[in-house]
C-alpha cells in the first residue's frame, strides 16, 4: 500500500497506512494526532514502518520509561524490516543507529534516503531535526534541496527548505520559500517560523510583528513547542523594540503555560525570561515556577542546548541539588554521549553552563572566563542562530557588569551594523558608548 506522499509501506491494513499518515502530518506540520500509531503497530507487527514510528513516539515522551517504550517499538521494526522494502529498511536502520548513538550510520541512512527517495519526506524531516542539533546547518539544507523537486506542490517542503536557507544565511531565498509554502497552506507554522527568523535577523520588527500577529490564529492547533515557539519569536521582536509590557504579558499569557512539564516549553520560557531579565525588565518571581518544573524533569542530558537553559533556570531559582545533579549529569556525558557530540559537551556546553551559573550568581569575571573558550564552537550544541544569540548576549553582559566598555563596544557596534539597529540594541550601544568615552 501507498502513504500520502506515495511511498511503499509493506502493510495490507487501512487502518495502519491511516495511523501512519497522520503520525506524518503531525510531525512534519507539528500537530499532536500522534497516539494513533501504537495501537496501528499493536495490530500490524509486521509494518516496519508503524513500529519505527512507534519508536520515535517513545522518544518523544519526556517520562522514565520513554527507552522502554521506544525499544518495544524499534526491536518490533528489526524483526519486520527482513520482510520489508528498502526505504523502510533504511529508515529503520537511520532510526535503530540514532537510538544507539551512532548518529554518523543514521545521518548517513537519512542521506540515502533522501537521494534514492525524495517522496519520504518524513525521513527527510527526521534528518534536519538530527542536523540541527547538530548544529549542521548545511546538511538540513542539503536534505530540503534533494526531496524539493519530488514536492513543488507540498508546503511543508518549501517550509522546511525555506529554514535551511535561514540558517544558511540565504535569507532572500529562505523568505522567498517561506512565503510561497503559506500561500499554498496558511497553517504552515515552519514556515510561519522561517520568515520571523528572518526579519528578526535583518531588524525588520514591526514587520515580524505584523507577519506573525496575523498569522497567530493558526497555531492554536499545534503541538506545544510549535505554539509557544512562534509566540516567543512574537515576544521577541516586541521585547527588541522595547516593549517590554507587551512582550512580558505574551510569555504569561502563550509562551508559558501550554505545557509546562515539556522541554522544549520550559525552553522557549527560560530564553525569552533571561532575554527580558538582560533587558533590565523586573520578571518578579516568574523563575521560581520555571525552575519547579525543571527540577521535576527525569529527562535530561538529550541535547547540550537544552541542558545549558535548564541549568540557568536552576541557578536563579535557587535549586542547589538539582543544579549540581544536572552538571554532574553533564560531566558523564563527556564518556557517554555519542562519538559526534562529546565535544561539544567537553568543551562548549560544560564550560558555558559553570559560566551561566556565575553569572546568576554575580560572579561576571567568573562567567566571561569559562564562556570565553566556548564562545567560538557555539554553534556545536544545536540551537538555531536566533536562540544562540542569548549566549552572545551574556558574554557582553559580563563584559559590561565589570566596566569593560572598551570590550564589549565592537561587539555592539556589530549588532547594530548587522541587525540595521533595532531599539534594544542601538540603545544599549549609545549607553556604552558614552561610558566608554566618559
Same mark, same amino acid.
Given at each position: 500500500?501507498?502513504?500520502?506522499?506515495?511511498?511503499?509501506?509493506?502493510?495490507?491494513?487501512?487502518?495502519?497506512?491511516?495511523?501512519?499518515?497522520?503520525?506524518?502530518?503531525?510531525?512534519?506540520?507539528?500537530?499532536?494526532?500522534?497516539?494513533?500509531?501504537?495501537?496501528?503497530?499493536?495490530?500490524?507487527?509486521?509494518?516496519?514502518?508503524?513500529?519505527?514510528?512507534?519508536?520515535?513516539?517513545?522518544?518523544?515522551?519526556?517520562?522514565?520509561?520513554?527507552?522502554?517504550?521506544?525499544?518495544?517499538?524499534?526491536?518490533? #521494526?528489526?524483526?519486520?524490516? /527482513?520482510?520489508?522494502? %528498502?526505504?523502510?529498511?533504511? !529508515?529503520? $536502520? +537511520?532510526?535503530? =543507529?540514532? &537510538?544507539?548513538?551512532?548518529?554518523?550510520?543514521?545521518?548517513?541512512?537519512?542521506?540515502?534516503?533522501?537521494?534514492?527517495?525524495?517522496?519520504?519526506?518524513?525521513?527527510?524531516?527526521?534528518?534536519?531535526?538530527?542536523?540541527?542539533?547538530?548544529?549542521?546547518?548545511?546538511?538540513?539544507?542539503?536534505?530540503?534541496?534533494?526531496?524539493?523537486?519530488?514536492?513543488?506542490?507540498?508546503?511543508? #517542503?518549501?517550509?522546511?527548505? /525555506?529554514?535551511?536557507? %535561514?540558517?544558511?544565511?540565504? !535569507?532572500? $531565498? +529562505?523568505?522567498? =520559500?517561506? &512565503?510561497?509554502?503559506?500561500?499554498?497552506?496558511?497553517?504552515?507554522?515552519?514556515?510561519?517560523?522561517?520568515?520571523?527568523?528572518?526579519?528578526?535577523?535583518?531588524?525588520?520588527?514591526?514587520?515580524?510583528?505584523?507577519?506573525?500577529?496575523?498569522?497567530?490564529?493558526?497555531?492554536?492547533?499545534?503541538?506545544?513547542?510549535?505554539?509557544?515557539?512562534?509566540?516567543?519569536?512574537?515576544?521577541?521582536?516586541?521585547?527588541?523594540?522595547?516593549?517590554?509590557?507587551?512582550?512580558?504579558?505574551?510569555?504569561?499569557?502563550?509562551?508559558?503555560?501550554?505545557?509546562?512539564?515539556?522541554?522544549?516549553?520550559?525552553?522557549?520560557?527560560?530564553?525569552?525570561?533571561?532575554?527580558?531579565?538582560?533587558?533590565?525588565?523586573?520578571?518578579?518571581?516568574?523563575?521560581?515556577?520555571?525552575?519547579?518544573?525543571?527540577?521535576?524533569?527525569?529527562?535530561?542530558?538529550?541535547?547540550?542546548?537544552?541542558?545549558?537553559?535548564?541549568?540557568?533556570?536552576?541557578?536563579?531559582?535557587?535549586?542547589?541539588?538539582?543544579?549540581?545533579?544536572?552538571?554532574?549529569?553533564?560531566?558523564?556525558?563527556?564518556?557517554?554521549?555519542?562519538?559526534?557530540?562529546?565535544?561539544?559537551?567537553?568543551?562548549?556546553?560544560?564550560?558555558?553552563?559553570?559560566?551561566?551559573?556565575?553569572?546568576?550568581?554575580?560572579?561576571?569575571?567568573?562567567?566571561?572566563?569559562?564562556?570565553?573558550?566556548?564562545?567560538?564552537?557555539?554553534?556545536?550544541?544545536?540551537?538555531?542562530?536566533?536562540?544562540?544569540?542569548?549566549?552572545?548576549?551574556?558574554?557582553?553582559?559580563?563584559?559590561?557588569?565589570?566596566?569593560?566598555?572598551?570590550?564589549?563596544?565592537?561587539?555592539?557596534?556589530?549588532?547594530?551594523?548587522?541587525?540595521?539597529?533595532?531599539?534594544?540594541?542601538?540603545?544599549?550601544?549609545?549607553?556604552?558608548?558614552?561610558?566608554?568615552?566618559?
Amino acid at each position: 500500500m501507498k502513504d500520502l506522499y506515495g511511498n511503499d509501506v509493506t502493510t495490507q491494513s487501512e487502518k495502519t497506512i491511516d495511523a501512519i499518515n497522520r503520525f506524518t502530518t503531525s510531525l512534519i506540520g507539528y500537530g499532536t494526532d500522534f497516539a494513533a500509531i501504537f495501537e496501528a503497530s499493536d495490530e500490524d507487527p509486521n509494518c516496519a514502518v508503524a513500529a519505527t514510528l512507534g519508536g520515535i513516539l517513545g522518544l518523544f515522551i519526556e517520562t522514565p520509561d520513554r527507552l522502554e517504550i521506544a525499544d518495544k517499538y524499534f526491536n518490533r #521494526a528489526l524483526e519486520a524490516a /527482513a520482510m520489508s522494502t %528498502e526505504r523502510e529498511q533504511l !529508515l529503520v $536502520e +537511520a532510526m535503530w =543507529a540514532s &537510538r544507539q548513538g551512532d548518529l554518523k550510520k543514521s545521518l548517513g541512512c537519512f542521506r540515502k534516503l533522501a537521494a534514492l527517495y525524495p517522496r519520504d519526506l518524513l525521513s527527510a524531516k527526521m534528518g534536519q531535526t538530527h542536523y540541527f542539533n547538530l548544529g549542521d546547518d548545511e546538511g538540513m539544507l542539503w536534505l530540503a534541496d534533494q526531496v524539493i523537486d519530488a514536492h513543488q506542490e507540498t508546503a511543508y #517542503a518549501h517550509g522546511m527548505r /525555506a529554514f535551511g536557507l %535561514e540558517q544558511m544565511s540565504q !535569507l532572500e $531565498e +529562505a523568505e522567498e =520559500a517561506a &512565503r510561497r509554502a503559506t500561500e499554498m497552506q496558511r497553517c504552515e507554522p515552519w514556515a510561519h517560523h522561517a520568515v520571523a527568523h528572518v526579519m528578526v535577523t535583518q531588524g525588520r520588527h514591526e514587520e515580524g510583528i505584523d507577519w506573525m500577529s496575523s498569522l497567530s490564529g493558526e497555531w492554536d492547533g499545534c503541538n506545544s513547542f510549535m505554539y509557544t515557539h512562534n509566540w516567543w519569536h512574537l515576544a521577541l521582536f516586541h521585547l527588541e523594540r522595547e516593549e517590554f509590557k507587551k512582550a512580558l504579558t505574551l510569555y504569561d499569557t502563550h509562551v508559558w503555560g501550554r505545557d509546562k512539564t515539556y522541554s522544549q516549553d520550559q525552553i522557549n520560557a527560560i530564553s525569552l525570561l533571561w532575554r527580558l531579565e538582560i533587558a533590565g525588565v523586573d520578571v518578579g518571581d516568574r523563575w521560581t515556577d520555571v525552575a519547579n518544573y525543571v527540577s521535576d524533569r527525569s529527562f535530561v542530558q538529550d541535547q547540550p542546548f537544552l541542558d545549558m537553559q535548564y541549568a540557568f533556570a536552576l541557578a536563579r531559582g535557587g535549586k542547589e541539588l538539582e543544579l549540581n545533579n544536572l552538571l554532574a549529569g553533564m560531566e558523564m556525558m563527556t564518556v557517554d554521549a555519542p562519538q559526534m557530540t562529546r565535544g561539544a559537551w567537553e568543551d562548549v556546553a560544560i564550560p558555558a553552563t559553570r559560566a551561566f551559573v556565575a553569572y546568576a550568581d554575580g560572579d561576571y569575571a567568573g562567567a566571561e572566563e569559562l564562556l570565553a573558550p566556548a564562545r567560538e564552537n557555539m554553534q556545536s550544541i544545536g540551537g538555531s542562530h536566533a536562540q544562540r544569540d542569548l549566549f552572545e548576549q551574556v558574554w557582553i553582559q559580563s563584559l559590561l557588569r565589570q566596566n569593560k566598555f572598551d570590550e564589549a563596544l565592537p561587539l555592539l557596534q556589530a549588532r547594530v551594523d548587522f541587525r540595521k539597529a533595532p531599539e534594544l540594541d542601538l540603545h544599549l550601544f549609545e549607553k556604552v558608548k558614552a561610558a566608554a568615552s566618559a
